[in-house]
């Protein structure tokens, strides 16, 4: 079995996979950077100063923590302090957010269908391009050798 396994993890389309993966990660921080700090900058300055990744509905309020009172009495801890709420966070629907990831996937993917698109080009171009006429064989040389000898 480690031998299979050996065979399946150096064949060429597994590497070739691993690069891919690699390479298509860095290029998706590249369009997130582009989309976030060069293409949103000026869709909100244009749209009056808005900041797309603030955009939010919120859903619930954030809650400092309290005291816990009992019967009108804070309640304390073995070191006399007084006994705390937990702290509730803040719950949003980001969509502004959202729309950043939107528009990251429109541009990967156009790039991604550019990618394609001149990958299928140079094949249909490498298809179309006329073969080089294949030297014939050694035999029908030396027969043409022997042919051209007689005649003279």
Do not use: C, H, W
């Not at 590497?15 to 293409?39: L, Q």
């Not at 808005?50 to 816990?68: G, N, R, W």
Request: hydrophobic share 55%.
């Amino acid at each position: 079995m480690s031998k299979e396994f050996r065979d399946f993890a150096v064949k060429g389309n597994v590497m070739d996979m691993a690069v891919g993966i690699i390479i298509g990660g860095a290029f998706g921080t590249i369009v997130k950077s582009m989309v976030n700090d060069v293409i949103m900058p000026p869709i909100g300055l244009l749209m009056g100063g808005i900041d797309f990744s603030d955009l939010k509905i919120p859903l619930q309020k954030a809650a400092a923590p309290e005291p816990v009172v009992v019967d009108g009495v804070t309640k304390l801890n073995e070191a006399g302090e007084p006994v705390m709420t937990a702290a509730v966070e803040a719950v949003n629907l980001n969509y502004g957010l959202f729309i950043n990831n939107v528009i990251t996937f429109i541009i990967v993917a156009f790039a991604v269908f550019m990618l394609v698109k001149a990958m299928n080009a140079a094949k249909r171009k490498e298809e179309e391009a006329p073969a080089a006429p294949a030297a014939p064989p050694a035999q029908e040389v030396l027969l043409g050798e022997i042919r051209d000898l007689l005649k003279k």
